[in-house]
């Protein structure tokens, strides 16, 4: 079935991952966070018992960098059973240290499809995680202009966006969302009556995906490059 995006006048956006590399350097970290605590477990375990770790404390310190640290701290205090060096932990906290300093590398043809769809829409940025750290990456991306409202999010799901959408007196029928996660940016929009457009990262958090029951019956498109956008949207 085709879908009518003749009606869309305000076009939202994710930022990591959607914009910009991201999860890149996440995975990135895992690795060097599982060589420092190689003497304790395995590679593999320790993956595990990190990912238990963050997804436990997302009720108390959300998402990004500075959660991911936090975890992996307390995810080392417990597989060394607190017998950790304060070397190795300093080596943590330097790891979510270069996390932050890392480069904002913009994902192809971002910035020329931005160029042209401000031109018709009113585009938003709609992402979540730490706000002095998405401030920063936004700040470092040089796309600021092209968005008329930036909302850091505490989570993505039906009622943060009916919240947000509220707010700036958007019709649901006339919004688009553009994302690479099915569970964060397409699907709890399709649920409350706006349309999505999924383009995958290479890369996905575990805690990201979905089941294909989840996704079974939704209407939503998938395109594998932003520059597709141009052609489905009017």
Not at 139 to 147: A, D, I, V
Not at 153 to 170: Q, R, V
């Amino acid at each position: 079935m085709e879908i009518d995006y003749s009606g869309i006048k305000v076009i939202g956006f994710d930022a990591d991952d959607t914009l910009w590399v991201n999860e890149t350097y996440f995975r990135k970290a895992e690795e060097e966070f599982a060589k420092l605590l190689s003497e304790f477990e395995t590679p593999n375990k320790i993956d595990q018992e990190l990912f238990k770790m963050e997804i436990g404390n997302l009720p108390l310190y959300g998402y990004g960098v500075k959660a991911f640290t936090l975890s992996m701290v307390e995810c080392a205090l417990e597989l060394s059973n607190y017998t950790i060096s304060n070397e190795k932990i300093q080596k943590i906290l330097n790891i979510g240290k270069n996390m932050l300093n890392e480069p904002v590398e913009l994902l192809d043809g971002v910035e020329e499809v931005l160029e042209k769809l401000s031109k018709k829409y009113r585009l938003i940025l709609a992402t979540k995680g730490d706000l002095l750290d998405q401030e920063r990456k936004l700040e470092k991306s040089g796309l600021t202009s092209y968005f008329h409202h930036i909302e850091v999010l505490s989570d993505k799901k039906e009622a943060n966006y009916s919240k947000l959408l509220n707010h700036l007196d958007i019709n649901p029928s006339e919004f688009l969302m553009i994302g690479n996660s099915l569970k964060s940016d397409i699907l709890p929009l399709v649920n409350i009556e706006a349309k999505a457009i999924h383009v995958p990262f290479h890369t996905t958090w575990a805690h990201e995906m979905v089941t294909e029951k989840e996704t079974n019956g939704k209407q939503y498109k998938t395109i594998q490059t932003l520059r597709e956008l141009l052609k489905l949207v009017p």
